[in-house]
């Protein structure tokens, strides 16, 4: 099989990386996230239509009637509706909703949940998520460092944070919301990212050991080459499932299914050229994979 010369492109990689990655920054200081009802308090009010629900028709009906920034979605079924009422509204206020949803509709619109979320509620998610992601991080570096060697826990960090940090800026550009859904996918993208960069990581540590008299840079191209096919089949396969997700599984699950697609088509590269560039950078070599010689050992296999 032909070895693909990856690493010849890591310094355009690098800077396409880094630029993307600044840019994320430079987007979620200025315009931030666009918070969902778990992080910035609300109203949620579901109700159930004796008749299919016309979603536009719901949304007009509350937009006349003053209610701006209402989200109005489809929950598990056509009958089902489910109403996200921004940062303001009281629990009154979305018993209102069903009067006023009830005289716009000629049949009957059972009322099935309020649930109000506090502000301060909001704001312990958002901190409490952030710390999931940090400690996940943590955590994953000292997986890495305990079953490989230091420089590969910095280069799978390096790639998770670049992970992370470029759907977060995806999601600042685009302006989708952001709620609990997608921090579950965040953490999701971590795994599945990690998992990669695993695998990756395994080739590179048995080929060093290998291919004793081959250059780093050498041996990385080869181990990449060699975990493409997988790496490639992998991702697709799961492209497949969370695209089926996003356009049919409604507008519940559809950001959880957006930021993990997002996550898993970065986490592809990040895997090849992000991880193995800074292996590189560090200057890993075979003597940080040699396996350590118990001493006395060359004394022993001598001794008849």
Known sequence: MKTINFMGRRKLAAAISIALVL????????????????????????????DSADLNAIR???????HEGAIVVSFGSDKDVLIRLPKGYS????????????????????????EFVGPQVGDELREQGGLAMLLALALVMLYIAFRFQFKFAVGAVVALVHDVLITLGFFSVTGLEFD???LAA???????????????????????????????????????TETLGRTLVTSFTTLLVLGALAMFGGEIIRGFAIALIVGVAIGTYSSIYVAANVLLTMGVSKEDLMIPVKEGAEQEELTP
């Open 23 to 50: 840019l994320s920054v430079a987007w979620l200081a200025v315009n931030q996230l666009n918070w969902g009802l778990d992080f910035t308090g609300g109203t949620l009010v579901e109700v159930h239509y004796s």
């Open 60 to 66: 007009q009906t509350l937009q006349d009637a003053g």
């Open 186 to 224: 965040l953490l999701a993208v971590i795994g599945y990212s990690l998992n990669d960069t695993i695998v990756v990581s395994d080739r590179i540590r048995e080929n060093f050991r290998k291919l004793r008299r081959a250059e780093p840079l050498e041996v990385i191209n080869i181990s990449l």
């Open 180 to 182: 609990l859904t997608v």
């Open 91 to 114: 629990d009154k206020q979305g018993a209102e909703l069903l009067v006023l949803l009830q005289e716009s509709y000629s049949e009957t619109v059972e009322l099935r949940r309020i």
